[in-house]
């Protein structure tokens, strides 16, 4: 069974920032995609930045320029580091893996439903 533990978070003021950490346990696979999806109230849960086995990355506009997603295989763990943040970068943020494959694509790699294993969520809030 997946399991995704997410670590970060918090309150800060805008333009400072968070660095965000998620583990990974539960499963094998050598294709696999890893990321940071965001919720706020109201909305559905939106793709921020993802990474696949073969360090393929993806951002949404957003968050190009500003995050940065990196990994490190030998904690099975991935990090979103953030800066310049904005209080419209408010919300839940949530860890999540698909297992089955790289899915690193313009039309696949914010699609909330291809993921298999979701962390609890971490909140993460900017003041301006």
């Known amino acids: 069974q997946v399991q995704v533990m997410e670590t970060g978070g918090g309150s800060v003021e805008a333009g400072g920032s968070l660095t965000l950490s998620c583990e990974f346990s539960g499963y094998t696979y050598l294709a696999h995609t890893r990321g940071w999806f965001r919720q706020v109230p109201g909305k559905e849960r939106e793709g921020v930045a993802v990474?696949?086995?073969?360090?393929?990355?993806m951002y949404s506009p957003s968050a190009k320029g500003r995050f940065a997603i990196f990994k490190d295989n030998t904690k099975n763990a991935i990090y979103l580091q953030m800066n310049n943040l904005k209080p419209e970068d408010t919300g839940v943020y949530y860890c999540?893996?698909?297992?089955?494959?790289?899915?690193?694509?313009?039309?696949?790699?914010?699609?909330?439903?291809?993921?298999?294993?979701w962390g609890q969520g971490t909140q993460v809030t900017v003041s301006s």
């Open positions: 999540a893996v698909c297992t089955e494959a790289d899915i690193v694509t313009e039309t696949l790699w914010d699609r909330a439903d291809y993921y298999n294993g």
């Open positions: 990474i696949d086995s073969s360090d393929k990355s």
